[in-house]
């Protein structure tokens, strides 16, 4: 099915912090036979901005806001734009995860005034990698925003407007490599690795108490002792 055709699918995070630096002393064209600029380690910092960005499923669209922090209300906003960007009888769906913002009083209070019209999906903890922007935002880190300088905050959110436009002119949607079969022997081995690590810190403090009341055994009264002695050692101590 094709965004639009009932529903869409959009994934969706921030970006906060992006900081815009700008030189203290201009950057020196490369010499000859050196293909390479100099640039002095000074620099000045003249604040940050956040990204909140959502790329569709179907089209590889990017849709972006940028914003001096990312609060309940610049979130508000941010719905607001996905809501004007798809037909109007379109349940979208947004994958996106469990930040405060998302699941505030003020978050809450919009969409029960649009019923129906979104629904969330939140990412498991610690599974960002499972939200395709993610991938985005590595793009544009690697790509747009490694070793910049301006000269303010307004020339990097020109910047990043410029960079998300000219994405969006020939937009190139992702494709999840991961197969199903693949990702659950995957996690089934994440969690056999995490058991086995748990269960292998559990039996050396077991071990040690072990010893513990082994060598109590020697100096307190019997009375007290065999109170001790009734827990059973783990096995291979």
């Known amino acids: 099915k094709k965004t639009g055709s ?28 050196k293909g390479f600029i100099r640039r002095d380690y000074e620099y000045k910092r003249h604040g940050t901005l956040s990204l909140l960005a959502g790329i569709d499923l179907i089209s590889g669209k990017v849709h972006s806001l940028i914003r001096e922090r990312h609060k309940s209300s610049d979130f508000i906003d941010f719905l607001k734009l996905i809501d004007a960007a798809y037909p109007a009888d379109a349940v979208i769906y947004m994958v996106l995860d469990n930040h405060t913002i998302h699941t505030s009083r003020e978050t809450r209070a919009f969409l029960d005034n649009r019923k129906g019209r979104f629904q969330f999906v939140f990412t498991p903890k610690h599974a960002s990698w499972l939200n395709l922007i993610e991938a985005f935002f590595s793009k544009m880190a690697r790509m747009s925003l490694r070793g910049l300088r301006v000269n303010s905050k307004e020339e990097l959110r020109a910047h990043i ?9 020939d937009p190139v949607p992702f494709r999840w490599r991961w197969k199903m079969d693949e990702v659950h022997e995957l996690l089934v081995a994440l969690f056999n690795e995490r058991y086995t ?6 039996d050396r403090w077991k071990r040690l108490f072990y010893w513990l009341c082994a060598w109590a055994h020697q100096i307190v009264p019997m009375q007290v ?13």
Do not use: M, Y
Request: with cysteine.
């Open 161 to 169: 407007e410029r960079w998300v436009a000219e994405c969006n002119e």
């Open 6 to 33: 009932g529903f869409g699918i959009c994934f969706n995070d921030e970006k906060p912090g992006i900081q815009a630096i700008g030189n203290i002393h201009p950057d020196r064209a490369p010499k000859s036979g």
């Open 197 to 202: 690590r748990r269960r292998t810190a559990a």
């Open 225 to 237: 002792s065999d109170l001790w002695w009734g827990l059973q050692a783990p096995s291979g101590g």
